[in-house]
């Protein structure tokens, strides 16, 4: 018996960004007080103050998560990342949103996206974001609280999609000499209170009893992580680089494009 072997067919070779127009990516983390950049093939780019005009007179385009100016922001957008474009191909851009009043942050980030000619805008819920970068497991319920410079949510996620969402606006902008990290605790102990008495399944109890991820600024406060395990009682986790998770995870989401680009359609 003869065996015809048939040669096989030559590995397809990746072109790495820019060359590659699937590789072309942005992720964004659009914050109330600070803008965070990732592009495929360089890394993290940019972690700068969200205003319109540095310096003196600085606008700032949104405020407690909200964009209140979108032309604004998409000239921030071209100043801070215009240069930094391929010359080949459209970027698909990820870009991160708050979950409650999220339709209205998306519909306004993506008009200021387009100053930066892209091919596709995703967007993803922060908190799904961080969990992402955090590498935690997506099939249990779990509770993330991500506490910024202005706005803080507390989300509980189940199987990765969002199932009940608290936010306040308030964060560690607003912790002064004399104001204690207990504003923001007392903050968050109450939303949480508020999802258990309104949860009429086991999913939120279930998550607390995991623990709880922590991310944004907050969770590099000292006081903070001190005080939020005994008043929530349960473990409080902080994600690696917490101030920049968000972005982190939009990221893999860029990579997950990449390699399954039917992702671009159901994310």
Same mark, same amino acid.
């Given at each position: 018996?003869?065996?015809?072997?048939?040669?096989?067919?030559?590995?397809?070779?990746?072109?790495?960004?820019?060359?590659?127009?699937?590789?072309?990516?942005?992720?964004?983390?659009?914050?109330?007080?600070?803008?965070?950049?990732?592009?495929?093939?360089?890394?993290?780019?940019?972690?700068? #103050?969200?205003?319109?005009?540095?310096?003196?007179?600085?606008?700032?385009?949104?405020?407690?998560?909200?964009?209140?100016?979108?032309?604004?922001?998409?000239?921030? $957008?071209?100043? $801070?990342?215009?240069?930094?474009?391929?010359?080949?191909?459209?970027?698909?851009?990820?870009?991160?949103?708050?979950?409650?009043?999220?339709?209205?942050?998306?519909?306004?980030? %993506?008009?200021?996206? &387009?100053?930066?000619?892209?091919?596709?805008?995703?967007? *993803?819920?922060?908190?799904?974001?961080?969990?992402?970068?955090? +590498?935690?497991?997506?099939?249990?319920?779990?509770?993330?609280?991500?506490?910024?410079?202005?706005?803080?949510?507390? *989300?509980?996620?189940?199987?990765?999609?969002?199932?009940? @969402? %608290?936010?306040? @606006? $308030?964060?560690?902008?607003?912790?002064?000499?004399?104001?204690?990290?207990?504003?923001?605790? &007392?903050?968050?102990? +109450?939303?949480?209170?508020?999802?258990?008495?309104?949860?009429?399944?086991?999913?939120?109890?279930?998550?607390?009893?995991?623990?709880?991820?922590?991310?944004?600024?907050?969770?590099? %406060?000292?006081?903070?992580?001190?005080?939020?395990?005994?008043?929530?009682?349960? #473990?409080?986790?902080?994600?690696?680089?917490?101030?920049?998770?968000?972005?982190?995870?939009?990221?893999?989401?860029? @990579?997950?494009?990449?390699?399954?680009?039917?992702?671009? &359609?159901?994310?």
């Amino acid at each position: 018996m003869t065996v015809i072997r048939r040669p096989r067919p030559a590995p397809v070779r990746h072109r790495h960004w820019p060359l590659c127009r699937r590789c072309s990516g942005i992720a964004l983390d659009l914050g109330s007080a600070r803008t965070r950049a990732w592009i495929a093939g360089r890394g993290m780019v940019l972690d700068v #103050p969200t205003v319109t005009f540095p310096g003196t007179g600085a606008i700032h385009p949104i405020q407690r998560g909200t964009i209140v100016d979108t032309p604004g922001t998409a000239r921030m $957008l071209d100043r $801070l990342l215009g240069h930094r474009m391929p010359r080949i191909g459209r970027p698909l851009v990820v870009v991160t949103a708050p979950v409650l009043d999220g339709l209205a942050f998306r519909t306004e980030a %993506r008009t200021a996206v &387009e100053i930066l000619r892209p091919r596709a805008v995703l967007t *993803v819920p922060g908190a799904r974001a961080v969990a992402l970068a955090a +590498g935690a497991d997506h099939i249990r319920p779990l509770l993330v609280v991500d506490i910024g410079a202005h706005l803080t949510e507390v *989300v509980l996620l189940a199987d990765g999609a969002v199932t009940d @969402a %608290r936010r306040a @606006a $308030l964060g560690t902008s607003d912790l002064t000499d004399e104001t204690e990290p207990e504003l923001i605790t &007392e903050s968050v102990t +109450g939303m949480v209170t508020a999802m258990l008495r309104q949860d009429r399944t086991a999913l939120t109890r279930t998550a607390l009893s995991r623990g709880v991820l922590l991310s944004g600024g907050g969770a590099l %406060r000292p006081g903070i992580t001190r005080d939020l395990p005994d008043r929530l009682g349960c #473990p409080v986790q902080p994600v690696p680089s917490p101030h920049t998770a968000a972005v982190r995870g939009a990221a893999g989401l860029l @990579a997950a494009a990449h390699h399954h680009p039917s992702t671009i &359609e159901t994310v």
